[in-house]
């Protein structure tokens, strides 16, 4: 168990619809990054943040954003669904400090099945 | 550019035959390299990173600067080995990873 928390683990929805993904990261984890796990495109990084904001933004869509509470929990929400969206997401945690030797540890968890039909 | 290469999508070996996957980066500075490990779409599973030199399930990876290389091997495969291999790389500490394509590992008994 890797610490990190994700909701719901499986999502079925139709094209157009809206989803909210939940990430719950490490118990004092300040960084909480998504990914997107999809068969022809393989891990891509959407977007980081740290302790509630925006730290880097990777190939994330228009239709997507996300966000980081102050409990630091994160949600990704998906909105006008296509049957491309369908894939896996992963939501991962570190630390977010700086550590010497420990190399900061990026922790996933266990992912989130997102099916558009 | 931040770039990470894994020139092999499956890779196919007997029991007991020595590994080893392939990961060719591209980063300007000094990066941490990783290896990750998927078993059958779970959860990605931290397996090495350079900068800790340790060796986990009998495998190892060795940074080659000059070849820009971080390649991952395993004297003796063994059939729970089968799995999804990710190299991933870090540009800084706090920074996000980019991922190889992946490689499937498939150990045949």
């Known amino acids: 168990d890797s610490g990190v928390t994700q909701t719901p683990k499986h999502l079925i929805t139709a094209t157009g619809q809206r989803v909210t993904l939940r990430c719950s990261p490490r118990?004092?984890?300040?960084?909480v990054y998504w990914y997107q796990q999809s068969l022809d495109q393989g891990l891509q990084f959407l977007i980081q943040?740290?302790?509630?904001?925006?730290?880097a933004k990777g190939n994330i869509l228009e239709r997507f954003s996300a966000q980081q509470f102050p409990d630091l929990h994160s949600e990704l929400n998906l909105s006008s669904l296509e049957l491309g969206d369908s894939a896996l997401y992963f939501c991962?945690?570190?630390?977010?400090?700086?550590?010497?030797?420990?190399?900061?540890?990026?922790?996933f968890g266990e992912g989130s099945w997102l099916t558009v039909v | 550019a931040q770039r990470v290469t894994q020139p092999e999508k499956l890779l196919s070996v007997f029991k007991g035959a020595p590994v080893e996957l392939k990961c060719n980066y591209s980063?300007?500075?000094?990066?941490?390299l990783f290896w990750y490990v998927q078993y059958s779409r779970q959860r990605l599973q931290l397996l090495l990173r350079?900068?800790s030199r340790e060796s986990i399930k009998g495998f190892t990876a060795d940074l080659n600067k000059g070849e820009t290389s971080f390649h991952l091997k395993k004297p003796f495969a063994q059939e729970e080995d089968s799995a999804m291999y990710y190299c991933?790389?870090?540009?800084?500490?706090?920074?996000?990873?980019?991922f190889g394509k992946g490689t499937k590992l498939s150990v045949k008994p």
């Open positions: 943040y740290y302790n509630g904001e925006e730290r």
């Open positions: 350079h900068i």
């Open positions: 118990s004092g984890d300040l960084s």
């Open positions: 991933a790389l870090r540009g800084g500490s706090q920074g996000n990873l980019i």
């Open positions: 991962a945690s570190s630390s977010g400090r700086v550590l010497k030797y420990s190399g900061n540890t990026i922790y």
């Open positions: 980063y300007s500075g000094s990066p941490e």
